[in-house]
């Protein structure tokens, strides 16, 4: 999503990609994971890879001296946390992590996932995330409507994962008009205040659940 018009922000590239049957869909969170996914496409034998990284300026991070190959469809955690999990994708990683420092200030301990992986999803780690979070958000610079967060919850779905509090946070169903970054991002709620506004709620709203839950235990004991 640059600073270009509303047919070339590239806002649908995960979720028309992810439709094409053994293609590999990878999107880095900067430069030299850019450079790792590049050496790894090179190498990948079994099928095409589709790499998506966005338009704009770099992060401006020193180049590696040296190339590594990731493994097809695994995560790395990127920042531990006990009280949610974030799994983000692309451009939205590094400014997870800045979610994540905003939540810790007010008393949320963030998760922060690189999926760098649309297709296949590492289904070993969101296994783990079932079993260790209630609550789970996705970010992603696309389409809400087909897109890593959708890609998500169908694995979530697929394993009764009904326990968790679960929310996408992507572009909304629209196009969006010419503008900065910045501006764009707060537009479509994907900066970190209105993101962390969101979690924040959405947490409420999680421990307003098992109070309830509590208290009715509570009750039913008498």
């Known amino acids: ?125 969101m296994d783990e995330v079932i079993r260790g979070y209630s609550t789970v958000v996705t970010v992603e610079n696309n389409t809400i409507i087909g897109g890593f967060g959708s890609a998500v919850a169908e694995v979530f779905s697929e394993r009764a994962s009904d326990k968790i509090q679960f929310r996408r946070f992507g572009l909304p169903d629209r196009f969006v008009p010419h503008g900065k970054y910045s501006d764009l991002f707060k537009d479509t709620g994907l900066d970190i205040e209105s993101l962390s506004r969101e979690i924040l709620s959405l947490a409420h709203s999680n421990n307003q659940k098992r109070k309830s839950k509590f208290s009715l235990r509570i009750k039913a004991g008498k």
């Open 1 to 125: 999503m640059g600073e270009d018009g509303p047919t070339h922000h590239g806002s649908f590239d995960l979720s028309y990609l992810r439709l094409v049957p053994g293609l590999v869909v990878m999107a880095p969170k900067d430069e030299n994971e850019l450079r790792d996914m590049l050496w790894t496409a090179i190498r990948y034998r079994k099928g095409p890879i589709a790499l998506r990284f966005p338009r704009g300026e770099s992060l401006g991070l020193p180049p590696k001296t040296e190339f590594n190959e990731i493994p097809i469809g695994k995560s790395v955690t990127i920042r531990e946390g006990k009280d949610m999990a974030i799994l983000a994708i692309g451009d939205r990683v590094v400014p997870s992590i800045a979610l994540a420092e905003k939540l810790e200030e007010n008393g949320i301990s963030a998760r922060v996932i690189n999926a760098r992986f649309i297709k296949p999803l590492d289904t070993d780690m």
